[in-house]
């Protein structure tokens, strides 16, 4: 996985269909296979949008803000992971107000590196507002949560060293997870942090981990999850 992580990402991944949509992508017109993403798209023609959470393995799921676009008619900044591409759309990726969108996501993801160590703070790394784990909310949504927190962890230690391949091991898992008292599943949750890191990293990915159930996380967000890694 750590050699995917290196190579060209599209962000989501490929849509197979025999429709096509034509769209505008900062000018340019860009022809893709109906059900892409904005995202996808862009990368397809040449423009690499800014993105954190998103890659082609998986599929996206909207959590750092970070892909904000403007499409000309629409209200808002939508994510471009998560938009898909329509006929006749015109997009812009750049313009001063998503480079200051995008100025206020970066500020929140945060790492500090002593030496040989890093470690990136869990802090707002992923929300998902709803997975919390309450009644109704399944282990499977917050195991997803979880990795999807892990995947943020990779974006931020990519943003800290330039390269993952700098990790000498990932040392400590720290995971929250928003919960009721009586939820006792929190490990299984925490769990699809620890599988993403093993995926990444191979046996360096293996860790100690602590997971705790908290009564509340910031926007509601249903697990936080930070990690101290050993790093060159
Ligand atoms: S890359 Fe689109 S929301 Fe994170």
Redesign the pocket.
Known sequence: MLEQLNEKDF?TPRRISEQEVTLEIDGMQVTVAAGTSI?RAAAEGGVNVP????TDSLE?F??????LVEIEGRKGYP????TPAEQGMKVRTQSPKLQALRKGVMELYKFVQQGGVLITEGGTATIFPEYNLTPGVTVEQGNAAARGCAINLLAQIKAALGDLDKVVRVVRIGGFVNSAPDFLDGPKVLNGASDLMVAAFGDKGRHARTTVGVASLPADAAVEVEGLFEVS
């Open positions: 962000g995202m993105k954190l959470c998103a996206p909207g959590s750092c803000r970070l892909c994510a471009s992971c998560t």
